[in-house]
């Protein structure tokens, strides 16, 4: 038996004994289409609830020929609301299979039965019975919805698998987060008649057939306020658990709450109730996450205003009492959004839009997005469609392109606004009533690294649009976004992207958001070998770089081989005009250390993910610093590795300076970034020089030495500068305590050896420990007669490209033996290279020289 099971009953209504002329299982042809008949045992029976509402389903009444009379004992009822559906009514096609006049496959408007309720006083009122009104066929095509009913299953929220932990739709559609449930193979349409004389008790009805078949299963009177099927717009309340019992948001059945469900409603969301520094707003710092209460739920509903929530334990509270404020210590009302503003972010200066990152909530630290963004972004693994960032999963932002539609309360209202790292952050607190129909917030740039020439980027992202890459680098202040195709195992992901030759927002492509070429977004691809390493390969024109993975999983698919050495990609990006950079390093930590040897590589990446307090890592600079210790100069560069919401493109960027003869384009900051002059930031902004030369540069000096003079300077309006140091040689020569704003000084340093010099920042939120937010590529001062060579450090550069030869050797997967002849040459020449400058330089070591494999032989 299928029974309909739709949440918690309400207890406005009661069910009408209703004996049919048939059973359910006496259905047949010709009465009925074959179709139905088939589809009967679907049909819900026994007691049912629907929509909150409860039936009683028996036999049904069948109406096809004959009207069929239904006596009970009267009864006051506000509402009559009928279970009942229809057979299909098959067009009739013309000549040439054309219809004229047609009413769709629904019959639109044709009057299938009338019900005439009868009045225990005699009277009656008789109404028509409408196809895709009052009535709906048992089964549907898509778009032929009913007007004035409903089907059975209320809707209902479902949640992605990896909140419920419940697959029940293909992955796609478990992101929309509903259901409507209204095309089962049997659908009864839920209709409510409107009691004209609702003083007047009612005794029977009368059921009358016009047209095709009509199937009534049940019938319930109903005390509702108003029409029971139409509920309210959405509106957010406060739950408080019990002490001892955790939040919970696991699901029954039917696919809703535990703790808490709507009769006459929907529970559309549970999450945890957000403690934002609402007293002291303005004096908090940017992206500050919340903290959450313990015992408190931010629940969101829809539902009828004579609903009432049931928690566990059966206990009923009416929703009415709920937003009157009179339930204490249970259920707190939220006040709902519901005054509609535009509001606008624009420069101090020009009053000009500027794309920025939103926050808004209201009193009870409720997120109020704007209605075009997700109210709960989804900040899951290739899951995020949107242009929303959640910090850490809780502090919800979003993107906007200077202007804007939200729905807010009536009160307090509590706004952030940022914009990269050059404009102040605002924390703002607005005050909404009636007539507020607008809301500007001014932003003030307060740091002018942009007038000096330097730009900013995000070398590595991934599964955005080049249109939601583009708003969301501008509304981060990044004016260069590298989005990266590539391919996961079967996955391939950004490759229609790719044209080798378009850069979205150039003035040759419009300008971008503010249609002055300033943020920039060029599809690259990011290269890939499980154990050997990735590899983005950025800018590069023609045809793509493929295969973009190999070697089989996790990167590439599975029986994939080793065809192509990341060296060997990089030379083909560089032939094409491209930028090399090793993304996250130094994981996976293998062949880059060759392709740094052979002078492939014109960058490496630190990368942020989505830890915006994490600081640039310690572990990734220590494995630089072994490469600079060697003579091998390359640019530090940062990139997020963007792929969900929980990433803010830019949290960690690069700052690279374009020459002063060139205008800002994309091949400008290629160029910057080959030259080394940048520097990496989670906020704080540097100026750094060697006797007047900037980062990237060479210094030549004679065999004697000297002593250079480094200039400095150090800025922040993010995350607050606590120390600046002085790094030679990867040791830390100088270390200053500064002020949290702003620092600047020199040291005079003697060089009696070749040696590299870098700055590196500290710095921390009062709240937070100390991390390194900034470090600039090195300069490097070279003597006469005094090559930069750390023989410690070359040895472990030498086990990396001896592992990578092992890999190739044993266990990875061949291509051929053509193939792994070439790869291997290209690991041994580089290998060779450093081995025999390290001999040349006097450092012997007690390494194995790396000859041809056994296997060539």
């Known amino acids: 038996m299928v029974r309909l099971q739709d949440g918690p009953v309400s207890s406005l209504f009661k069910p009408l004994s209703l004996h049919g002329n048939m059973t359910f299982a006496t259905l047949s042809a010709p009465t009925l289409s074959a179709e139905m008949v088939a589809a009967a045992e679907q049909a819900p029976r026994g007691d049912c609830v629907g929509w909150g509402i409860p039936f009683s389903v028996c036999d049904p009444v069948v109406l096809s020929d004959k009207a069929v009379h239904v006596t009970f004992e009267p009864i006051m009822a506000r509402q009559l609301v009928f279970m009942h559906t229809s057979d299909v009514r098959p067009m009739q096609p013309g000549p040439g299979g054309l219809i004229s006049p047609t009413r769709g496959r629904g019959q639109l408007g044709e009057t299938a039965a009338d019900y005439v309720i009868e009045y225990a006083d005699g009277t009656e009122d008789r109404v028509h019975i409408r196809r895709r009104h009052q009535l709906g066929a048992f089964t549907r095509g898509w778009g032929e919805n009913c007007f004035e009913a409903v089907a059975q299953h209320k809707p209902r929220a479902i949640h992605p698998s990896h909140e419920s932990g419940i697959k029940e739709w293909d992955w796609g559609w478990m992101q929309t987060h509903v259901e409507t449930s209204d095309q089962s193979a049997w659908t009864n349409w839920l209709w409510a008649w409107e009691n004209p004389h609702p003083d007047q008790p009612i005794a029977g009805i009368r059921l009358e057939p016009v047209c095709g078949v009509v199937v009534v299963s049940a019938l319930t009177a109903s005390q509702a306020s108003s029409q029971p099927l139409r509920w309210r717009t959405r509106r957010k309340a406060t739950l408080i658990l019990p002490e001892g019992q955790a939040f919970q948001p696991t699901l029954d059945a039917e696919g809703q709450y535990q703790q808490i469900q709507l009769d006459l409603g929907q529970v559309i969301s549970m999450q945890p109730r957000l403690l934002y520094p609402n007293d002291r707003w303005t004096d908090t710092y940017n992206n500050q996450l919340p903290i959450r209460a313990g015992q408190e739920v931010l629940i969101e509903y829809t539902s009828h205003p004579d609903a009432c929530f049931h928690l566990q334990g059966a206990r009923a509270i009416p929703v009415a009492q709920v937003e009157a404020g009179q339930v204490a210590g249970e259920l707190a009302p939220v006040a709902p959004a519901t005054q509609r503003v535009t509001l606008k972010t ?26 075009d963004r997700h109210r709960i972004p989804n900040t899951y693994w290739f899951e995020d469609y949107s242009a929303d960032f959640a910090h850490q999963h809780t502090h919800f932002c979003t993107y906007i392109p200077g202007e804007t539609t939200i729905d807010l309360p009536l009160g307090s209202v509590y706004v952030e606004v940022s914009k990269g790292f050059e404009i102040r952050p605002v924390r703002k607190v607005v005050q909404v009533d009636a007539d507020t129909r607008e809301v500007i917030i001014e932003l003030e740039k307060v740091l002018p690294w942009r007038e000096r020439g330097w730009v900013t980027a995000d070398t590595h992202v991934h599964f955005l649009s080049p249109g939601s890459a583009l708003l969301e680098g501008a509304a981060e202040g990044v004016n260069v976004i590298n989005l990266l195709a590539s391919q996961w195992g079967e996955l391939m992901t950004n490759v229609g992207d790719f044209d080798g030759a378009t850069t979205w927002g150039s003035r040759e492509t419009g300008g971008g958001p503010q249609g002055d070429g300033e943020y920039l977004v060029r599809v690259g691809t990011e290269n890939r070998q499980h154990v050997l390493g990735h590899i983005s390969l950025l800018g590069y024109q023609g045809h793509i770089i493929a295969p973009m993975t190999t070697g089989g999983p996790d990167e590439s698919a599975l029986g994939d081989p080793i065809e192509i050495l990341l060296t060997e990609w990089a030379r083909q990006c560089k032939k094409q005009g491209g930028l090399v950079v090793l993304p996250h390093f130094p994981n996976p ?6 392709s740094i040897v052979s002078g492939d590589v014109d960058a490496l990446e630190m990368t942020s993910w989505d830890g915006l307090y994490n600081g640039i890592d310690p572990y990734s600079l220590s494995d630089w610093y072994r490469y600079l210790n060697c003579g091998y100069m390359v640019a530090a560069v940062g990139g997020t590795d963007k792929m969900w919401a929980a990433t803010a493109v830019g949290t960690v960027r690069t700052y690279a300076r374009i020459a002063p003869d060139q205008p800002f384009t994309y091949a400008a900051w290629m160029d910057a970034v080959r030259r080394a002059e940048t520097f990496v930031t989670y906020g704080p902004l540097i100026d750094f020089a060697v006797d007047g030369k900037p980062m990237g540069n060479r210094i030549a000096m004679t065999s004697s030495g000297g002593t250079v003079d480094v200039t400095w300077q ?75 060579m750390a023989a410690a450090d070359a040895v472990t550069i030498l086990d990396q490209i001896e592992g990578a030869l092992a890999y190739l050797d044993t266990v990875g997967t061949r291509a051929d033996d053509a193939a792994y002849k070439r790869m291997r040459l290209v690991l041994q020449s580089a290998h060779r290279s450093l081995h025999n400058r390290m001999h040349q330089l006097g450092y012997y070591h007690d390494h194995t020289p790396v000859t041809d494999h056994p296997e060539h032989h």
């Open 346 to 371: 624009v420069a101090k200066d020009t009053g000009r839009p500027v794309p920025v990152k939103l926050h808004v909530h209201g009193q009870a630290g409720e997120y109020l997005p704007p209605v």
């Open 589 to 594: 930590r293998a062949e880059h250390a060759a």
């Open 714 to 788: 150090a800025s922040s309006v993010t995350v607050p500068l606590s120390r600046v140091e002085l790094v030679v040689n990867g040791e830390i020569r100088e270390s200053l305590a500064v002020p949290p704003d702003h620092a600047a000084g020199h040291w005079s340093v003697r060089v009696d050896k070749s040696a590299w010099l870098a700055l590196l920042l500290r710095g921390h939120y009062a709240d937070k420990p100390e991390i390194i937010t900034a470090h600039s590529s090195p300069v490097m001062v070279m003597l006469d007669g005094s090559p930069i």
